[in-house]
């Protein structure tokens, strides 16, 4: 497995927020964690992208020990983040975020194809590049958050929540970008509250509700659950 | 009303004055705009920085270029270990504040006790050199500041837009965490820049020995007016800072020329509150 999560404690200050969470990805994997708001799921994917750190369990990434990599070099071993909200530097131009994305040397050596790749898969970022984020519209905004994760030519793309707030056609393209990605040959971690699309795309998928796993499997079986029909579904 | 040419030369004397402004807020706008640290020791540091040059010069005979090779590294390496105390201790944005003037208030003292409270003067055979365009007199010293304090503000302005380095320090100012899960160490980074900026205070302080008269107490001199060119010229962009320290050196000395000395600090703080209060887009 790419990744794998073991019995990983999370939380902030004394309370933990997700209990116990065993999850892995494959290589060339979408795997989904559906859940209702506040169940962890922000919590959980900060903790695979470095940005907040377990106290019990074990993150392993493509066999090395998570725990002892510093936050900062979470990117290094090929893991990027499309945080919730998208989080860009608003003040900076669109193409200095995609930069951002390439900080690290390795990247870096790759910075024309991977910004041809970006400007390919979102041409409206090409004639939008001197300006900046900040004055984006919220699909736009996202494209470059998910722009600025490829440049880091990572292994695996961590995507938190990325049709929060966008109308319903731009959620379609975004669910057809990060089936894209998947083809291109990265992993894939999607966390959203749009069950359906998230079930749509994945190969495999989590339940995730107040801290913990309660479900695991395919899309299709999760789906056919009464719990999860009736919580998600509504039906 | 004074005459076009007296306006004049108030212009340029003021534009000139205005480098200092421009050269000592930089440090200060780097530090606070990008680290989020309000390092008023930068002040203290730049007077340091001219007493020794003055000791240099008058005690040894060493020229304040030379004595600048020699102090502005060791300003840079306080710089640094200022900010290793900032991250062991997790200062926070006021607590720098206060913690730095506090440092600032020590320096004042110590100066004082090695100096004295006399005022001294650098006298070299650069201070009266002038060039004299058309009815006008440029003093030499200051515009060579200017140029410095120029090449300086516009090398860094550069360095923050066009490098990997400058980019990443301004995204980690906007969203540390997000920069940190795109490789970027901020601690690393914040050492270089508090590095530099405590740098920029060493040259400042080579041209307060050459051009000021120096006091202990007049490392607070320029607080006030630095303070507004820094937020009038943007948090973190050094060409503003730069062009917000002349613009404010011209209304000052105009205002001089126009009515009276006095009215030189009331100038400079109400351009900073009219911008405060106008809010535009720029800033």
């Known amino acids: 497995m790419l990744l794998e999560a073991r019995h990983l404690h999370i939380g902030y200050g004394d309370a933990p927020a997700v209990w116990d969470v065993s999850l892995e990805v494959g290589a060339g994997e979408i795997v989904s964690v559906i859940g209702p708001n506040g169940a962890g799921k922000t919590t959980l994917i900060n903790a695979i992208a470095g940005l907040l750190r377990f106290r019990q369990g074990e993150l392993r990434f493509d066999g090395a020990d998570m725990a002892r990599v510093k936050p900062h070099d979470y990117c ?68 470059v958050a998910i722009g600025r994760a490829l440049m880091a030519t990572p292994r695996i793309v961590l995507f938190d929540e990325p049709s929060l707030g966008l109308a319903p056609t731009i959620v379609d393209d975004m669910f057809e970008i990060i089936a894209k990605v998947r083809d291109d040959g990265a992993a894939v971690l999607l966390v959203e509250q749009n069950v359906v699309k998230a079930m749509g795309v994945a190969d495999r998928a989590y339940v995730l509700e107040q801290g913990r796993i309660v479900a695991a499997g395919l899309p299709g079986d999760l789906l056919k659950q009464p719990h999860i029909r009736e919580a998600y579904l509504g039906v | 009303m004074p005459s076009a040419t007296l306006l004049g030369q108030a212009l340029i004397s003021g534009v000139l004055a205005g480098g200092m402004y421009g050269l000592l807020a930089l440090g200060l706008s780097l530090s606070w705009g990008l680290l989020r640290l309000v390092n008023l020791s ?62 600032a208030v020590i320096l004042e003292v110590v100066i004082q006790l090695y100096w004295t409270a006399d005022y001294r003067r650098f006298e070299t055979h650069y201070s009266t050199l002038s060039i004299k365009a058309g009815p006008f007199y440029i003093p030499v010293l200051e515009l060579v500041l200017c140029l410095v304090a120029g090449a300086l503000a516009w090398g860094t302005w550069l360095w923050l837009r066009k490098t990997y380095v400058g980019k990443a320090l301004r995204a980690s100012a906007e969203d540390a965490d997000i920069a940190a899960a795109y490789g970027v160490d901020h601690k690393k980074l914040a050492y270089l820049l508090s590095g530099i900026s405590a740098g920029y205070a060493g040259v400042a302080g080579t041209f307060i020995a050459l051009i000021a008269t ?33 613009a404010i050196g011209a209304s000052e000395s105009l205002a001089m020329a126009v009515m009276s000395p006095a009215w030189a600090p009331v100038v400079s703080f109400s351009v900073l509150i009219v911008i405060l209060l106008w809010d535009p887009d720029w800033l």
């Open chain 2, 42 to 103: 930068y002040f203290a540091l730049a007077f340091l920085a001219a007493y020794l040059t003055y000791e240099l010069g008058t005690t040894y005979h060493v020229e304040p270029w030379w004595s600048a090779v020699l102090i502005v590294p060791s300003m840079v390496a306080i710089g640094v270990v200022q900010y290793w105390v900032f991250d062991k201790f997790k200062v926070n944005e006021l607590a720098s504040l206060l913690i730095t003037f506090s440092f």
């Open chain 2, 214 to 246: 120096l006091a202990p107490a007049q490392i607070w001199a320029w607080l006030g007016v630095v303070f507004a060119v820094v937020i009038i010229g943007r948090l973190g962009n050094p060409l503003g800072a730069l062009f917000a320290g002349m």
């Open chain 1, 76 to 143: 290094a071993h090929g893991i990027a983040l499309v945080p919730e909200g998208r989080r860009l530097f608003v003040k900076m131009s669109v193409e200095e975020n995609l930069e951002l994305g390439c900080y690290l040397p390795a990247a870096r050596a790759a910075h024309d194809q991977s910004l041809e790749r970006v400007y390919g898969l979102f041409p409206i970022l090409r004639d939008k590049r001197f300006q900046l984020a900040g004055e984006l519209s919220g699909g736009q905004q996202q494209m």
